[in-house]
């Protein structure tokens, strides 16, 4: 988070090691580049490419990057932990979309008819049409996984080569610092690909200390040096993430402690009326003035006010129950996924209500509301 204020002030606000760098993007923006933008075939100019693909998660456009090149950035990312380990391409691309053209005009090209495919590939499709509009498959021959990988390899040459030259036509002097990986080593031709067309790598480490064996081979497989774009925090900071986040997203954004996560969002509103801020720049969210800024951080204190009435509703109606039980039944409570952060976050409630006196824990590591 970056703000820009009358005092040329300007500040990170969580620290240096988790540089919450702006970003243009998300995952969706992986799926968007190839179903809506023709990232294969015949494309549209680049200016038409970015501004469409920018608006469309989350209207971050050319102009409003620009414009603070002389505050703090000097970086752009194009993406955030998007699921390049496995992305199943042919399980999430529309039925009519470009990068189903290029797999089919990849596959005759190379097969020139569909018995050689089905030979090839010991399969039974009747007609082109049906091996372009094919899930992704379970299990395969050889030379099916070698076609894919080549499908794959021609995304990621895309993708990398079209964010880099479109933000280097924009911004020919700031650093292009990729898509923000996930901690776990990607497949070699994804981070070949990356590391031809990035000047940085970044990558996101949930751990207190980066294993070095592991960044080590981010670096060697990349060509490329490396920044943590987001880290684990100790406990006394309470956040595990963004502090202004996307509370209505379908998962849980993480926090550690719920004092020290209302202690942040405190000390945001607190500095946008003693800096005299006049914008601030977020992750998730286009540059806003102070006002704007001012909702979401009262969207955030709300949304720890329901996670606790969640787990006291729970409680209330069920009696003693263990944290096993407790946090699923928060997210779906909640309508949000079943995941680890929601662990976390529950987790962190729970001892929040244990030290207010609120709720107490028994010796078989159950939960239960206080007892007048």
Not at 211 to 233: A, N, S, V
Request: proline letters at 4%; charged letters at 20%; hydrophobic letters at 40%.
């Amino acid at each position: 988070m970056f703000f820009r204020c009358k005092v040329r002030f300007c500040s990170g606000i969580l620290c240096l090691v988790i540089l919450c760098i702006m970003s243009c993007g998300t995952e969706k923006y992986v799926q968007f580049v190839y179903a809506d933008l023709r990232a294969f075939g015949e494309q549209k100019s680049a200016s038409k490419l970015q501004f469409e693909a920018f608006e469309a998660v989350g209207g971050l456009k050319r102009e409003q990057s620009i414009v603070w090149h002389d505050v703090t950035c000097s970086w752009t990312t194009s993406g955030n932990e998007a699921v390049w380990g496995n992305l199943e391409l042919l399980n999430i691309a529309p039925p009519k979309s470009a990068l189903r053209e290029k797999w089919i005009a990849m596959l005759q090209e190379k097969y020139h008819d569909i018995d050689t495919l089905n030979n090839a590939w010991n399969t039974h499709f009747e007609s082109w049409q049906a091996v372009e509009t094919m899930p992704q498959p379970k299990s395969a021959t050889d030379a099916l996984n070698m076609d894919y990988l080549r499908l794959e390899q021609a995304f990621a040459e895309q993708y990398f080569s079209f964010m880099a030259t479109t933000i280097k036509q924009y911004d020919p002097n700031h650093l292009y610092l990729g898509c923000r990986f996930t901690r776990r080593l990607k497949p070699d031709h994804i981070l070949a690909t990356a590391g031809k067309y990035c000047d940085v790598i970044t990558v996101n480490v949930y751990s207190l200390v980066p294993m070095k064996e592991q960044m080590e081979q981010w670096h060697r497989k990349t060509g490329r040096p490396l920044l943590i774009g987001e880290h684990h925090l100790p406990l006394c900071l309470g956040v595990l993430g963004d502090v202004i986040t996307l509370v209505d997203a379908p998962f849980i954004h993480g926090h550690l402690t719920v004092k020290g996560y209302r202690e942040s969002l405190q000390k945001i509103n607190s500095l946008l009326d003693r800096l005299q801020v006049e914008s601030v720049l977020m992750v998730h969210f286009p540059p806003s003035e102070p006002g704007p800024v001012k909702v979401l951080i009262n969207q955030a204190h709300h949304y720890l006010d329901k996670i606790e009435n969640a787990i006291l509703q729970i409680l209330k109606h069920r009696g003693r129950v263990n944290l096993q039980a407790l946090w699923p039944s928060v997210c779906d409570t909640l309508e949000k996924t079943r995941e680890f952060r929601a662990l976390s976050t529950v987790y962190a409630h729970i001892e929040d209500l244990r030290l207010k006196n609120v709720i107490i824990e028994h010796t078989d590591a159950t939960f239960s509301l206080k007892e007048e």
